[in-house]
């Protein structure tokens, strides 16, 4: 294709709006225990281009089950979903709930479903199905703590923490404050039998109904001792995915865990998103990040879950205009992206959390918009996850502070991402002739010519992501 071709074509390119709908740690030193070597846990092969998606069974659909979550399997495998990740199944605990159906992680019976989503065979085919279409079903755990009326509380008291010879509601161990979590009751992690019977519940799931793995809840709340002792226990089954809800404890990479919460970085968007912050400071965290976590880590990237939906805001609250550009950078960064259910059909509401409120799925608006981002992990080595992706590296512009420009390449593959992350048009220019070559914009399919020393103009929150 001739030069003069794509330097027309290029610069109306670049003056479209945004596409779419507008403690450090030494990795050389022991890691939990003396007897454990320091390296990654294991991880299964298909984990290394992952993307996930969470799915709130209670709010899924108007019946709230697994038959309905079922029943959509095979459009979000279109999307390009790899994991789904089902919050809480199991019974919900009445006493002391929250609301008129209380909380799903304030659990009654570790190894049983809830009866509002179905049956156990219902579980099952939901697992059967999504490995049938070759996805990934993980589970949310809630190991330290359970409901007040779970089983276990009955049948062994001597599990939980006491205060005064009474049962307590959690307290944060750092802290020593209470939590406020007051309808669920602490576990006591110093007991053996305790452990024991967490495992084996754990390893229930597995075993039962095949699934492949867990997002752990507020996992720095329990010893990094029992995350270390649980992983081999499971992995005797078959190698599992496991998800830290958690940012503050390094050494969960080498116990146990193979992606953890990207909180931080989300803070760090919504204070860019609204003007608190610049560009710049996105590299500050990402480097302090380097030297904090192991060599392998990564990080479940998000703009949305359902602790910032139901807490906080909708996306567009929390990002405003610049939501797309948000969601573009989450999904681009080393990192692995997070769908929250609803998000393909612009979730516009807050969901409530202890009451029944059905997504208004509507057309699925923006399921094309996920699903160019989605692919785009799936098929270019440079967006995988961990060790097995590529490195960013800046690209650097004369408008840094409102422009966030990079690449990333693995083997063959490259990607280059340059967004606005501001509220005015940036005209600007790119430096670093390493970037230059011909690629492909992956929203508008058109050809694009990178050259050293361009200059470039972006709309409002515009974004461009091109692809060799």
């Given at each position: 294709?001739?030069?003069?071709?794509?330097?027309v074509?290029?610069?109306?390119?670049?003056?479209?709006?945004?596409?779419?709908?507008?403690?450090?740690?030494?990795?050389?030193q022991?890691?939990?225990?003396?007897?454990?070597?320091v390296?990654?846990?294991?991880?299964?092969?298909?984990?290394?281009?992952?993307?996930?998606?969470?799915?709130?069974?209670?709010?899924?659909?108007?019946?709230?089950?697994?038959?309905?979550?079922e029943?959509?399997?095979?459009r979000?495998?279109?999307?390009?979903?790899?994991?789904?990740?089902?919050?809480?199944?199991y019974?919900?605990?009445?006493?002391?709930?929250?609301?008129?159906?209380?909380?799903?992680?304030?659990?009654?019976?570790?190894?049983?479903?809830?009866?509002?989503?179905?049956?156990?065979?219902?579980?099952?085919?939901?697992?059967n199905?999504?490995?049938?279409?070759?996805?990934?079903?993980?589970?949310d755990?809630?190991?330290?703590?359970?409901?007040?009326?779970?089983?276990?509380t009955?049948?062994h008291?001597?599990w939980?923490?006491?205060?005064?010879?009474?049962?307590?509601?959690p307290?944060?161990?750092?802290?020593?404050?209470?939590?406020?979590w007051?309808?669920?009751?602490?576990?006591?992690?110093?007991?053996?039998?305790?452990?024991?019977?967490?495992?084996e519940?754990?390893?229930?799931?597995?075993r039962?109904?095949?699934i492949?793995?867990?997002?752990?809840?507020?996992?720095?709340?329990?010893?990094?001792?029992?995350?270390?002792?649980?992983?081999?226990?499971?992995?005797?089954?078959?190698?599992?995915?496991?998800?830290?809800?958690?940012?503050?404890?390094?050494?969960?990479?080498?116990?146990?865990?193979?992606m953890?919460?990207?909180?931080?970085?989300?803070?760090?968007?919504?204070?860019?998103?609204?003007?608190?912050?610049?560009?710049?400071?996105?590299?500050?965290?990402?480097?302090?990040?380097?030297?904090?976590?192991?060599?392998?880590?990564?990080?479940?990237?998000?703009?949305?879950?359902?602790?910032?939906?139901?807490?906080?805001?909708?996306?567009?609250?929390l990002?405003?205009?610049?939501?797309?550009?948000?969601?573009?950078?989450?999904?681009?960064?080393?990192?692995m992206?997070?769908?929250?259910?609803?998000?393909?059909?612009?979730?516009?509401?807050?969901?409530?959390?202890f009451?029944?409120?059905?997504?208004?799925?509507?057309?699925?608006?923006?399921?094309?918009?996920y699903?160019?981002?989605?692919?785009?992990?799936?098929?270019?080595?440079?967006?995988?996850?961990?060790?097995?992706?590529?490195?960013?590296?800046?690209?650097p512009?004369?408008?840094?502070?409102?422009?966030?420009?990079?690449?990333?390449q693995?083997?063959?593959?490259?990607?280059?991402?340059?967004?606005?992350?501001?509220?005015?048009?940036?005209s600007?220019?790119?430096g670093?002739?390493?970037?230059?070559?011909?690629?492909?914009?992956?929203f508008?399919?058109?050809?694009?010519?990178v050259?050293?020393?361009?200059?470039?103009?972006?709309?409002?929150?515009?974004?461009?992501?091109?692809t060799?």
């Open positions: 294709m001739k030069k003069s071709y794509l330097a074509l290029l610069s109306s390119l670049l003056l479209m709006t945004a596409c779419g709908d507008n403690k450090k740690q030494d990795d050389t022991t890691s939990v225990s003396d007897t454990t070597a390296k990654a846990p294991p991880a299964p092969e298909w984990a290394q281009n992952a993307t996930i998606y969470e799915v709130n069974t209670r709010q899924f659909s108007a019946d709230g089950n697994f038959k309905a979550v029943e959509q399997l095979p979000l495998k279109e999307m390009g979903v790899d994991i789904i990740w089902l919050m809480p199944i019974p919900v605990s009445q006493k002391n709930k929250k609301g008129t159906l209380g909380s799903p992680y304030a659990i009654a019976d570790y190894t049983a479903v809830n009866p509002d989503y179905g049956t156990m065979a219902d579980l099952k085919s939901l697992v199905r999504a490995h049938a279409l070759g996805l990934h079903v993980i589970l755990w809630v190991a330290n703590h359970t409901g007040w009326d779970h089983v276990w009955k049948e008291p001597d939980y923490t006491k205060v005064n010879g009474a049962m307590t509601s307290v944060d161990p750092k802290t020593g404050k209470p939590t406020g007051t309808d669920v009751v602490d576990l006591d992690f110093n007991n053996p039998a305790m452990r024991k019977a967490m495992i519940a754990m390893q229930f799931w597995v039962e109904c095949g492949d793995g867990y997002r752990c809840d507020v996992a720095g709340f329990v010893p990094n001792d029992f995350w270390a002792e649980l992983r081999p226990q499971l992995d005797k089954i078959k190698t599992m995915f496991m998800l830290a809800e958690w940012e503050d404890e390094p050494d969960q990479f080498k116990s146990c865990f193979n953890n919460y990207g909180w931080s970085m989300n803070n760090m968007m919504r204070a860019v998103a609204k003007g608190a912050s610049n560009a710049t400071k996105i590299d500050s965290l990402r480097e302090a990040n380097k030297k904090r976590f192991p060599r392998w880590y990564y990080q479940m990237l998000f703009t949305q879950n359902h602790d910032e939906n139901s807490n906080n805001g909708t996306l567009n609250q990002f405003g205009q610049g939501a797309d550009a948000f969601v573009v950078l989450s999904s681009t960064l080393e990192g992206p997070l769908v929250y259910n609803g998000m393909e059909s612009n979730l516009n509401k807050r969901l409530a959390f009451e029944k409120d059905t997504i208004a799925w509507g057309n699925y608006g923006k399921s094309d918009f699903k160019t981002l989605l692919t785009l992990k799936h098929r270019n080595r440079a967006l995988w996850n961990g060790l097995a992706g590529g490195k960013v590296v800046k690209i512009t004369n408008h840094d502070d409102k422009i966030y420009a990079f690449s990333r693995r083997d063959n593959d490259r990607v280059i991402v340059v967004l606005n992350l501001s509220s005015q048009t940036q600007f220019t790119i670093g002739a390493g970037f230059a070559g011909v690629y492909t914009e992956v508008s399919h058109e050809p694009v010519e050259k050293p020393a361009m200059n470039v103009t972006l709309t409002p929150w515009a974004y461009r992501v091109l060799n």
